[in-house]
């Protein structure tokens, strides 16, 4: 079950981040980390599992329509990629089992899309469909506490965790709902990063 060791505030609401569970992130995609179907289906099954304490539940997805030097034919895998989560496209797509968890839930939920014109690594730089940036609907949806799962835990997790913390959310990343992409980049996260900034992780 998910591991709760942060709380949500008196009188605020708890919200759950997925991040860019997508099809080019996992096995088979153009940027695939590994373990992330496998990260998919534990977060699919966990989402099922009641009672859980969230009271709003946020999906992001990268969604690139022409994000500059973010792409590349030679990437260097630090700030530059191959094409990946192209907008429209199968790749861009959070994986069915989780989108089809997502649709049994009595839960509020929105989806925030990011990166259509840049890099945009964190979660905190895409909005709604209305416009409306991640950490507005988190504060108008009166949420305190953050839980953050997904892809992948050295960059786009950690870039959002961070974010949120920043924004003045408690924020904790649930260690086993999240893979990887470098094992340095993801230690430094975990141990220096994290602790740096105030994030929480709930390990197993």
């Not at 504060?139 to 959002?160: F, I, K, P, W």
């Amino acid at each position: 079950m998910w591991k709760h060791s942060v709380e949500p505030m008196a009188d605020l609401s708890k919200a759950l981040i997925i991040v860019d569970v997508q099809g080019d992130f996992v096995e088979g995609g153009s940027l695939a980390v590994e373990g992330g179907r496998a990260l998919a289906e534990r977060i699919a099954t966990e989402l099922l599992v009641e009672p859980h304490p969230y009271d709003l539940i946020v999906t992001t997805q990268d969604w690139h329509v022409d994000p500059g030097k973010h792409f590349s034919e030679t990437p260097n895998f630090v700030d530059s990629w191959p094409r990946h989560c192209v907008a429209d496209t199968p790749g861009a797509e959070i994986l069915p089992g989780v989108t089809e968890a997502l649709s049994k839930l009595n839960v509020n939920q929105e989806i925030v899309l990011k990166g259509q014109y840049e890099d945009a690594y964190s979660g905190f730089m895409g909005r709604n469909d209305y416009g409306v940036k991640l950490a507005d609907i988190l504060r108008e949806a009166g949420v305190g506490s953050v839980d953050v799962v997904g892809l992948a835990a050295d960059y786009c997790v950690a870039s959002t965790a961070i974010d949120a913390a920043r924004e003045g959310f408690r924020t904790q990343v649930l260690l086993n709902y999240t893979e990887g992409i470098s094992a340095e980049l993801v230690a430094k996260a975990f141990t220096v990063d994290f602790p740096r900034e105030g994030v929480s992780i709930a390990y197993p």
